[in-house]
């Protein structure tokens, strides 16, 4: 059984998934452009390190052993799919 897609964002702290699509269309050709020279893509594993409060600031999630932070519109783009 397949496990229900959240956007990175909406992933809790310390939790792990991983990348099941992006919307790359939502994205400017930079941002697309980071994420792919960073690695992100389907099939990646990620951890969610931190969520700044009051759901405007940035996230900051692990790719293997890199620490990234990312807006918070770029992290919506990221689909995931949590592991246990």
Do not use: F, K, N, Y
Not at 38 to 62: I, K, Q, T, W, Y
Request: net charge positive; proline share 5%.
């Amino acid at each position: 059984m397949l496990s229900p897609t959240l956007s990175l964002v909406q992933l809790s702290r310390d939790a792990r998934a991983v990348v099941q699509a992006v919307d790359w269309q939502s994205l400017s050709v930079p941002e697309a452009r980071r994420l792919r020279e960073l690695g992100l893509d389907e099939g990646v594993g990620v951890e969610m390190v931190h969520r700044s409060g009051l759901g405007g600031g940035p996230v900051a999630c692990r790719i293997g052993r890199m620490t990234i932070a990312l807006r918070r519109h770029v992290a919506r783009a990221i689909h995931v799919a949590p592991v246990a």
